[in-house]
């Protein structure tokens, strides 16, 4: 069984439409993650969610609305594509927000292109 | 704030070849440090990690010591194969920092035949 999973794999659409990433866990855990990789492959916080409260926002802009329908789920909607968007978004989730030391574990990324 | 630099550029060696992959990092609090890895077209991988000075993390023949007095977490394998071709990320997180992972810019290693 995955532990984090989150789909689609692959989207590519127009610029300008509305697009979703769906992502669950099965770990058990309480905090879940957005996390960006650039074309250079930086990464990059986005939204972390800790039993469907949101804790981190992370200068994203608004066109980008994250959802956690319960703990086991964050969804990622984005509004207005725009050609600059095209990354690989990964989900990611932990047993908690106080245990740094605790291993964060990654979806295996959704790779959006934006055309 | 919360950093991690890693050495610039990719890393092209032969098999069975030594690796040495450099990290430091700048932290408020005593960070926890880690190493992931993204193999070709995958997901993100926790490699190792190490929560306190002098630990060291070791996996699938990697290894990295947390050294506080220069700030560093460099991983090393002595031999590498084809199969370790990826990307490596450093990355830390500290106490009362809400868990985000603060990453280095990643490593490109091609292992050649």
């Known amino acids: 069984d995955t532990a984090v999973s989150q789909t689609p794999k692959y989207l590519v659409t127009q610029m300008g439409n509305d697009k979703s990433i769906k992502c ?92 | 704030g919360n950093s991690v630099t890693q050495m610039e550029g990719p890393v092209t060696l032969s098999e069975e070849a030594f690796l040495t992959i450099n990290c430091t990092y700048t932290a408020t609090g005593y960070p926890s440090l880690f190493w992931y890895v993204q193999y070709p077209g995958e997901g993100l991988q926790l490699l190792l990690k190490a929560t306190k ?33 990826a990307v490596y990320f450093c990355a830390l997180s500290v106490p009362y920092g809400n868990n985000r992972l603060a990453f280095g810019k990643g490593n490109q290693v091609v292992v050649i035949p």
């Open chain 1, 24 to 115: 669950e866990q099965n770990l058990g855990h309480d905090t879940m993650y957005w996390y960006k990789q650039d074309s250079k492959k930086f990464l990059k916080i986005m939204f972390s969610y800790n039993n469907k409260e949101l804790i981190i926002n992370e200068t994203v802009p608004n066109r980008f609305s994250p959802k956690s329908p319960d703990k086991a789920h964050l969804n990622l909607h984005i509004n207005s594509l725009e050609l600059g968007d095209s990354a690989v978004y990964f989900c990611a989730s932990s047993q908690d927000l106080t245990s740094f030391e605790n291993t964060i574990y990654f979806g295996e990324g959704s790779w959006l292109t934006v055309v």
């Open chain 2, 53 to 85: 000075a002098d630990d060291k993390g070791s996996n699938k023949g990697f290894e990295a010591t947390y050294r506080k007095e220069t700030t560093s977490f460099h991983l090393e394998k002595g031999s590498v194969q084809v199969s370790d071709s």
